[in-house]
């Protein structure tokens, strides 16, 4: 049942490769082909992934799932791993990653994976994802990806902790090993605030009554309080003898993680799977920083006055640039990460992977381009 | 930080000179002259309309660029279709005129505007101004310096602004005048035949090779990459296309030929209706050295011109239509310059200044003016009315 080591699906999948190539090649057959295709059917696309919404289910008040039909190029995937999801949020792509959170078996049988979303107050996709995708719409795809998986290890007894959204994987693993590893013991800890933020509060349940083999414990933050030693004790004693996979909020996953080193589980039996990046909002107030120049592999110092490619140039670098005032965007280039601030504007960057001026743009604390 | 350049280098410097500073603002043609502080408060006001723009942009400008891709592609597919298989003249005259329409899309409206990066807001890999290249001979990277850089930087100023005249064509009395100015009209028709051709060897820069000013090795990279597209389009066109007909591959070679050689005309004809009408200002070097943002944009609107029409032409033109908001705002998506136009038009009557508008017919009749009048020499020139 494991799809993506399955010997015929790989040697498919291999035979493809140079057509996957050549149509990601910029020519006129790609460009004309490809848009034939997609006009009568987006997800026959041979240059973009591409998945089709067939459902959306309300978990609980803040989180969805979404049950998607990928193209026919999308190469399936392990239970744990994640896969990049792209949507046009008013006219602005967006990518975000999200754990698949169905099975491996239900990708199977009936071609569809679903991922679930939980409501981040100030994000932007969630936010988006929530109040725009409907049943029927086209999202961009990547192919799943990542070793958060079982397939990792050997291990017999596996420990699943979980906050919050962080239950995703772990519910695509138990879906998805559950039904094929009786010898296996699992066990899952899952956090949450209270009984109305359980995410498969039900799915869990029922699982839980059909397998012997998996213990589910759900800890209600609100009324139990936070991780803890004790209670990650009594809880589950036999932590040492597991292997851990680890996933929710950072905070979280840095609390959980000296824990349980405390209990003795070792450092290499401690699995993690954590998204995005937390913004240092000391960020916006600071001039100056360091900048990062990943493709010539050099770092500058900055102190503010000085825009990022005049930093670049003062680091040795030959950057592409024209009228250096913020007219031609002869020297555009991506900014991978980091806050920059653009003079004629006024407004601060923040996004990663975006595209900047760099003559017009001035560093606000620690950056990387892609120069 | 400072918004100053300084001609002599590449890299502006700190310190503002004197000189630039007294000329500019000084007074073009039907526009009065502005004072320092009124050039500073012509740029804020062109700024905050930039700036009102920029922050609303959204799904209709999305949605506005994929649905002229859809038709531009679905018109490129029919007309090859159409002169493939066309069974008679009619079938094949549609099929060049909807290739034709589909070119002159995919340069003006999709390929100029979006190397100018008015989608990069969008993060689209599809429609990144510098990555994106266009269905024409002129190498995509070359357009980029010669035109994003070099032309809408030093827009209409003499000897710094390639893009007036294209060094072959002599229209106002500050280049002086040699006999072989007299037969210009002859090069203007040329050029319009031929204009991609034209445009894709500018970079050459073939005046300045003349003069030893620079060395053809300096030339060679241009020339392999300019070979190296025009090799790609040349197969395209005359090659491929005309060779899957067999037989007929005359009238696929020459459909193709004309729905070039239609763009080419077109186009020409609406970028001399940009900056060569009769009422477009032209610059010295001088009054623009260490130029402030709000004299840039005073030399934008005063050396651009617009002509009026309908929708569609707007849209055929790649709204240049709006060459002068174009040239306020190269990098706002193309179809808000009718929405910004009115507003553009209210702050040059506030400050005085020329809004130079027309039908398509009068502004192009004052450009045939223009090469014709500047082909005499400057006594003779002197004695024709104004």
């Known amino acids: ?108 049988r009936e071609g569809t994976f679903s991922i679930t979303v939980k409501r981040i107050p100030q994000g932007r996709m969630s936010n988006w994802l929530f109040d725009n995708l409907q049943p029927e719409d086209i999202v961009r795809i990547g192919q799943a990806d990542g070793e958060f998986t079982l397939e990792q290890t050997p291990a017999q007894k596996v ?22 590893a009786p010898e296996r013991d699992f066990q899952l800890l899952y956090y949450c605030c209270n009984p109305d933020e359980v995410i498969f509060a039900q799915a869990l349940q029922s699982l839980a ?96 006055s000085q825009t990022i490619l005049m930093l670049a140039e003062s680091a040795g670098l030959k950057p592409k640039y024209g009228c250096r005032t913020g007219i031609c965007h002869e020297c555009k280039c991506v900014k991978k990460s980091g806050a920059v601030r653009n003079l004629l504007t006024g407004q601060v960057s923040l996004a990663e992977n975006e595209a900047i001026q760099t003559c017009i743009s001035v560093p606000q604390g620690k950056v990387e381009v892609a120069l | 930080m400072t918004m100053r350049w300084n001609f002599k280098g590449s890299k502006p410097e700190g310190k503002p000179v004197a000189t630039g500073q007294e000329l500019a603002g000084q007074a073009h043609g039907k526009s009065r002259r502005l004072s320092p502080e009124e ?48 069974l008679n003249p009619i079938t094949w005259a549609v099929g060049v005129g909807m290739l034709t329409t589909a070119k002159i899309l995919e340069n003006m409206e999709i390929g100029h505007n979006v190397m100018h990066g008015q989608y990069d807001w969008m993060n689209d890999p599809d429609l990144h101004s510098q990555t994106y290249e266009w269905d024409n001979v002129c190498d995509g990277d070359s357009w980029r310096k010669t035109h994003n850089y070099e032309h809408h930087t030093f827009t209409n100023i003499i000897g710094k602004d390639r893009d007036y005249g294209y060094a072959i064509l002599r229209l106002s009395n ?36 003349e003069n030893k000013e620079v060395t053809w090795r300096e030339k060679l990279p241009f020339i392999k990459s300019y070979a190296r597209k025009i090799s790609k389009q040349v197969m395209k066109d005359y090659v491929v296309f005309p060779a899957l007909a067999g037989p007929f591959a005359p009238k696929v070679l020459l459909g193709n ?61 790649g709204h240049l239509s709006y060459q002068i908001e174009h040239h306020l705002y190269p990098d706002i998506p193309s179809h808000r310059y009718a929405e910004m136009a009115p507003r553009v038009e209210a702050i040059c009557k506030k400050y005085g200044l020329h809004y130079n508008t027309g039908t398509f017919t009068e502004q192009f009749s004052t450009v045939v003016k223009r090469i014709l009048r500047y082909s005499l020499p400057p006594k003779l020139e002197a004695m024709l009315p104004a």
């Open chain 2, 174 to 209: 500050d280049t002086p005048w040699r006999p072989r100015y007299l037969f210009q009209f002859s090069y203007f028709i040329a050029l319009s035949l031929l204009f991609e051709w034209g445009v894709g060897i500018h970079e050459l820069e073939v005046e300045k090779l």
């Open chain 2, 39 to 86: 050039l500073e408060a012509l740029g804020q006001e062109l700024e905050a309309l930039r700036q009102e723009v920029l922050a609303d942009l959204g799904q209709r400008d999305a949605d506005y660029i994929r649905d002229i891709i859809r038709k531009q592609r679905w018109a490129e597919i029919g007309g090859r279709t159409l002169i493939h298989f066309s």
């Open chain 2, 257 to 317: 030929a004309l729905a070039n050689v239609g763009r080419s005309v077109w186009a020409s004809a609406v970028i001399f209706c940009g900056h060569f009408t009769e009422q477009a200002q032209t610059f010295t070097e001088e009054e623009c050295e260490n130029e402030t943002r709000g004299h840039w944009y005073y030399r934008q609107l005063l050396g651009s011109s617009n002509f009026t029409g309908g929708r569609w032409l707007h849209i055929m033109s």
């Open chain 1, 209 to 304: 009554d059909q397998y012997p083999n998996f213990k589910l414990e759900v800890v209600h933050t609100d009324t139990e309080g936070l991780i803890n030693a004790e209670q990650l004790a009594s809880r589950c004693a036999d932590a040492a003898e597991r292997e851990v996979f680890l996933c929710g909020p950072g905070g979280f996953m840095q609390v959980a993680r000296e824990l349980l080193e405390a209990q003795g589980v070792t450092a290499d039996h401690i699995r993690q799977e954590s998204f995005g990046v937390r913004l240092d909002v000391n960020a916006l107030e600071q001039t100056g920083g360091e900048v990062f120049f990943s493709k010539a592999g050099v770092e500058a110092e900055a102190d503010g």
């Open chain 1, 1 to 108: 049942m494991r799809l993506v080591s399955a010997p015929t699906i790989q040697s498919r999948i291999g035979s493809l490769m140079f057509l996957e190539k050549f149509w990601q090649r910029n020519g006129f057959i790609q460009t004309y082909g490809d848009f034939l295709l997609s006009e009568i059917d987006p997800l026959l696309s041979p240059r973009r992934l591409q998945a089709r919404v067939v459902a959306i289910r309300q978990e609980t008040a803040d989180a969805k799932t979404y049950v998607f039909k990928p193209s026919r190029r999308w190469k399936g995937f392990q239970a744990g791993m994640h896969l990049q999801v792209g949507v046009e949020a008013q006219g602005v792509a967006l990518s975000r990653y999200y754990s698949v959170s169905s099975s491996v078996q239900q990708f199977v």
């Open chain 1, 159 to 180: 420990l699943f902790l979980a906050a919050g959204s962080g239950i995703t994987p772990m519910m695509s693993m138990l879906t998805t090993h559950l039904p094929q």
